[in-house]
């Protein structure tokens, strides 16, 4: 049993199998307007990862049995990058089987900004390297089963369209 650095609630993140569970995932799209470029924070998942190796995706991790989405979104943030953030509004959700761990993951995508760009810390555990990309850099994280077609890609657009004033569908 461990408490929540953000809110003090008690968390469970006891090391029971995933396999045939549900598990939730908060990611945020962190971005930042550079000179008039608006930028999204990328970071690589290291090597040594079992699930998607060397594969750049939106930071954040799963939500610990009792936790609230936001705080663990933001305690992921702080774990794996050393930085705290100001959490937006939910723009995007998707499902996805993780084949490693036998589990079935709802991934929740909420719009974020650190607080402080400034002295990004990587866990190496977790990432390798990161990038601040504009839309039209997106092509520079394809690869390693991204591409044009991938979910998080698709949904990445969809944040740039939402920041640059696109409708809600509905």
């Known amino acids: 049993t461990r408490f929540c650095q953000v809110t003090g609630v008690q968390t469970c993140a006891l090391p029971i199998s995933a396999v045939g569970k549900q598990v939730i995932v908060a990611c945020a799209f962190i971005h930042h307007n550079f000179d008039g470029v608006e ?19 939106l930071p954040g991790g799963h939500v610990d ?9 933001k305690r992921e943030i ?17 499902t996805y089987h993780n084949s490693v761990k036998g589990s ?7 719009f974020a900004q650190f607080d402080d760009i400034g002295n990004i810390q990587l866990n190496p555990k ?3 390297e990161y990038k601040w990309l504009s839309f039209d850099e ?14 998080e890609i698709q949904l990445i657009k969809r944040g740039f369209a939402l920041l640059d004033g696109a409708q809600l569908k509905f």
């Not at 997106?138 to 979910?151: A, H, I, R």
């Open 126 to 128: 977790d990432h390798s």
């Open 138 to 151: 997106l092509p520079k994280v394809f690869g390693n089963g991204k591409d044009e077609t991938d979910e």
């Open 65 to 73: 049995f009792g936790e609230d989405i936001v705080a663990g979104l």
């Open 104 to 110: 079935h993951s709802i991934e929740v995508v909420y």
């Open 39 to 57: 930028k999204i924070f990328m970071p690589k998942r290291a090597a040594t990862k079992k699930f998607m190796p060397s594969v750049f995706e």
């Open 78 to 94: 702080r774990e794996e990058f050393g930085k705290t953030i100001t959490v937006g509004d939910p723009f995007a959700a998707f």
